[in-house]
């Protein structure tokens, strides 16, 4: 299970067309009914992937730019060719994180940590 928005909810629609189709799909092909067992965990692991995805901003694997960004990025000109970001005063993003994220030179190390803690929170809950 990824958290990102596209391959979240394809798995949610996986989910729920097993959930709302499983006698009829069970009846044309009978050597998937173990597959049928655990059609309420393809749903939740689909749903819950499509939420995460929505907090890490990522729709596969690519960060949605839907809102404007807290960051204003400038020049760096002491090195020639760097950018540097500067945080906008009382900006607040509204939902997920800001794509200027995607750009700093520590967001693997950044995104691993935080996805990681936000699956364990939402693991332990």
Same mark, same amino acid.
């Given at each position: 299970m990824f958290g #990102?928005?596209?391959h979240g909810f394809v798995l949610f !629609? $996986? &989910?729920s067309m097993m959930c709302i189709f499983n006698d009829v799909l069970i009846?044309? $092909?009978p =050597? !998937?009914? &173990?597959?049928?067992? $655990?059609?309420y965990l393809f749903l939740l692991m689909g749903l819950f992937a499509t939420f995460c995805g929505i907090v890490y901003n990522d729709f596969m694997a690519i960060p949605i730019f839907a809102f404007d960004t807290c960051y204003e990025t400038h020049e760096d000109h002491d090195h020639p060719g760097h950018k540097h970001a500067i945080l906008k @005063? #009382?900006?607040v993003y509204p939902i997920g994180i800001d794509p200027?994220?995607? !750009?700093?030179? /520590? @967001?693997l190390t950044y995104? /691993? =940590?935080l996805k990681m803690k936000v699956s364990v929170i !939402? &693991? $332990?809950m």
């Amino acid at each position: 299970m990824f958290g #990102d928005i596209g391959h979240g909810f394809v798995l949610f !629609l $996986v &989910g729920s067309m097993m959930c709302i189709f499983n006698d009829v799909l069970i009846a044309k $092909v009978p =050597s !998937l009914e &173990g597959m049928f067992r $655990v059609r309420y965990l393809f749903l939740l692991m689909g749903l819950f992937a499509t939420f995460c995805g929505i907090v890490y901003n990522d729709f596969m694997a690519i960060p949605i730019f839907a809102f404007d960004t807290c960051y204003e990025t400038h020049e760096d000109h002491d090195h020639p060719g760097h950018k540097h970001a500067i945080l906008k @005063e #009382d900006c607040v993003y509204p939902i997920g994180i800001d794509p200027t994220w995607y !750009l700093a030179h /520590n @967001e693997l190390t950044y995104m /691993n =940590s935080l996805k990681m803690k936000v699956s364990v929170i !939402l &693991g $332990v809950m």
